[in-house]
């Protein structure tokens, strides 16, 4: 039973380039939620996506996009990258359906570096 | 917007000693999550407490969430080497999940 899996594990771009971030949830899992995590940080919830629709958002500009396929895997998409935006992305997905609110599984992440 | 507050930052330890991290939320929470992230790793999840005032234990450690469901504990019976990580709380709210900046456990073998 393969986990969330994500690619590429690193990255580096340079300022103003766009970047995408691939994810494959777990097995059985309809969402996926992504996450920034900056060193030294908690992870930040940038959205979540559930039947290849936006669920929800959180306090990240439009730079930040995204999208689910009919598998259910994700891409997280960032335009115009600043330096700030140097950070381990993670996606964690889970099972909307559970009934109760979703355990998330993390998958390994994605570490960018802006320079 | 919805704050979870985590103390200590940093904690250091002697091994066999005890371990307690707590976490805070402004807003009332549904649920709380625990999870651990080893040093270079994700967080993986430890557990979820739903009930006011509810306790779970796993093996060494203790969960405890509040009985206003605004803050929560872990703690960590004779701490061993392989408990070092940081500890995330995660306040569940509207589908979303807000992570505390955890506390980093290091212990001293």
């Known amino acids: 039973d393969a986990g969330v899996t994500q690619s590429p594990t690193h990255l580096i771009k340079t300022r103003g380039q766009q970047v995408t971030l691939r994810c494959s949830p777990k097995?059985?899992?309809?969402?996926v939620s992504w996450y920034q995590q900056a060193l030294g940080q908690g992870p930040q919830f940038i959205f979540q996506?559930?039947?290849?629709?936006?669920?929800q958002r959180g306090n990240f500009p439009d730079r930040f996009s995204g999208h689910q396929f009919p598998n259910y895997s994700s891409e997280l998409n960032v335009n115009a990258l600043l330096l700030g935006d140097s950070a381990l992305y993670l996606c964690?997905?889970?099972?909307?359906?559970?009934?109760?609110?979703?355990?998330?599984?993390f998958g390994p992440g994605t570490r960018l570096l802006v320079l | 917007g919805q704050q979870v507050m985590q103390i200590p930052q940093y904690q250091h330890v002697q091994e066999g000693e005890d371990f307690t991290t707590y976490c805070n939320s402004s807003?009332?929470?549904?649920?709380i999550q625990w999870y651990k992230q080893r040093p270079g790793g994700h967080p993986v999840f430890l557990i979820q407490?739903?009930?006011?005032?509810e306790v779970k234990k796993q093996k060494r450690l203790t969960f405890q969430f509040g009985e206003a469901k605004k803050n929560s504990s872990l703690h960590i019976t004779a701490t061993q080497t392989t408990d070092v990580g940081t500890y995330f709380c995660?306040?569940?709210?509207?589908?979303?999940?807000?992570f505390g900046k955890g506390t980093k456990l290091t212990v001293n073998p």
């Open positions: 407490l739903v009930k006011s005032g």
């Open positions: 995660a306040g569940h709210r509207s589908e979303k999940l807000v």
């Open positions: 964690a997905s889970s099972l909307v359906t559970s009934g109760s609110s979703e355990t998330q599984y």
């Open positions: 807003t009332t929470l549904s649920n």
């Open positions: 996506y559930y039947e290849e629709e936006e669920r």
């Open positions: 097995s059985g899992h309809d969402t």
